[in-house]
């Protein structure tokens, strides 16, 4: 059997810019009564303390510290779910590939054009590869031909990067997002009929 190892014992977690934590020989304490008022930490804690409450310092790098009094769970909680609703509205721009053959049929075509006008609503990129197998290496311009015309059938959805680019046996384009305008919200409302010359308008509701 192998000796017991000792560890050393863990060190507790220390809540940075929380109660005693905090650095900082004063602060600008905020309290839940709204009073704001500028006091030296030990005392600032004391009296969120006194209220069943933690000292958190909320804006570090204000002249001094703003701190407020409220309770570390909860705002723990709020400073997760704002996170956390922030990555949700991100959007991260992935480039989905769409692969050909110089011969593709029809069928085939339409069902990864298909694909390519749903990758591009989403706001993805895509990236269009004929890869060239064997003697096909002989016929690039038949690639190039296929990647022009799908770049033209996605006018309007996509728009292209730059020319159709060859490397080795693979000749590949990049085709982006188009961003449409926001609808014009007004256009579609009818017009305000106006008043005959010499009568006064009709006043506001």
């Known amino acids: 059997m192998y000796p017991p190892r000792n560890f050393p014992p863990r060190r507790p977690r220390v809540r940075e810019n929380v109660n005693e934590a905090i650095r900082a020989p004063q602060v600008r304490a905020i309290f839940p009564d709204s009073e704001v008022v500028v006091l030296p930490t030990p005392e ?40 956390h609703d922030a990555r949700k509205k991100q959007h991260v721009i992935l480039v989905k590939e769409v692969k050909f053959r110089p011969n593709t049929d029809d069928h085939d075509y339409e069902f990864k054009k298909n694909n390519a006008i ?37 006018a309007g959805i996509g728009a292209v990067e730059g020319q159709p680019k060859q490397e ?5 384009v990049i085709i982006s997002p188009v961003k449409t305008a926001p609808a014009n919200k007004d256009k579609d409302k009818p017009a305000k009929a106006q008043p005959p010359a010499g009568q006064p308008a009709e006043p506001q509701a």
């Not at 600032?44 to 701190?67: E, N, Q």
């Not at 080795?168 to 590949?172: E, K, M, S, T």
Request: cysteine-free; aromatic content about 8%.
């Open 44 to 83: 600032a804690v004391k009296r969120a303390k006194d209220m069943g409450l933690d000292l958190i310092v909320v804006s570090p790098t204000a002249d001094p510290p703003v701190a407020k009094a409220m309770d570390y769970g909860q705002w723990q909680y709020e400073t997760k779910k704002k996170a």
């Open 118 to 154: 749903r990758f591009l609503k989403e706001g993805n990129r895509v990236k269009a590869v004929v890869q060239f197998r064997g003697r096909e290496i002989a016929h690039t311009d038949l690639g190039h031909k296929l990647l022009q015309r799908f770049a033209k059938d996605l």
């Open 168 to 172: 080795g046996r693979n000749a590949h």
